[in-house]
């Protein structure tokens, strides 16, 4: 198993540029997570799903959307990205319950620098 | 949203010492995880640990639900613990499972 992918693993994008960040999981995990680290702050719950076809909004949605139409992929787009987006994003996914562990795994992380 | 405080905030340790970092968090939860970033950036989960105690090699944890609080142990450490610990927690609600995390500590381990 690959785990959890994300793709790419680093960008650059001049301010109002758009883009789509890819997550891919081959672990037929339910819930999936978009997830931003900024220095000092821990990791802030940007957008998430807990399934096919369904997105929610997390702590810090704005300027942010995404999309779930395979049950392997979560997509993170920044429609006019912002310098304040700088950052770098990690998705993550959560099966069920299994042998007494409902483990989050995470993806390696793309660094964005806007700008 | 629940609140989730991690401490210390940083830890400089000798190697072979032993430590404790602590998790509080402010409201019932049904999933605790402990992770740990290492310096590369990668996020390794350690425990799922909603209640009760695990152990693994020389990491142990310990969640008390009741007195909302989580602990983790790592006992004779090594350089290669140096990193960013992280504790987070999650309540069910309804579908949702959503994970709060703190703002971590970070622990540096000296040879």
């Known amino acids: 198993n690959a785990g959890v992918t994300q793709t790419p693993k680093f960008r650059v994008l001049k301010t109002g540029q758009s883009m789509t960040l890819l997550c891919a999981q081959d672990?037929?995990?339910?819930?999936m997570y978009w997830y931003r680290q900024d220095p000092g702050m821990g990791l802030r719950l940007i957008h998430y799903?807990?399934?096919?076809?369904?997105?929610a909004k997390g702590e810090v949605p704005d300027g942010y959307n995404v999309s779930r139409l395979k049950k392997q992929n979560f997509l993170l787009g920044l429609e006019s990205a912002a310098p304040s987006q700088t950052s770098v994003y990690f998705c993550?996914?959560?099966?069920?319950?299994?042998?007494?562990?409902?483990?989050?795994?995470f993806g390696p992380g793309t660094r964005l620098t806007v700008l | 949203g629940i609140q989730v405080e991690q401490s210390p905030p940083d830890l400089i340790l000798q190697e072979g010492a032993n430590s404790t970092l602590r998790c509080n968090f402010s409201?019932?939860?049904?999933?605790l995880q402990w992770f740990h970033q290492n310096p590369w950036g990668q996020l390794i989960n350690l425990f799922y640990?909603?209640?009760g105690t695990k152990q693994n090699g020389r990491l142990s944890a310990t969640t008390v639900a009741t007195e909302r609080y989580s602990l983790l142990y790592i006992s004779s450490s090594q350089t290669t613990d140096s990193g960013v610990y992280f504790c987070?927690?999650?309540?069910?609600?309804?579908?949702?499972?959503?994970?709060?995390f703190g703002s971590g500590t970070q622990l540096t381990v000296l040879p």
């Open positions: 987070a927690v999650g309540i069910s609600s309804g579908s949702a499972r959503q994970l709060t």
């Open positions: 993550a996914s959560l099966g069920r319950e299994f042998r007494g562990n409902r483990r989050v795994c």
């Open positions: 640990i909603p209640s």
């Open positions: 672990m037929n995990h339910e819930y």
């Open positions: 799903s807990v399934g096919e076809g369904t997105t």
């Open positions: 409201d019932s939860v049904n999933n």
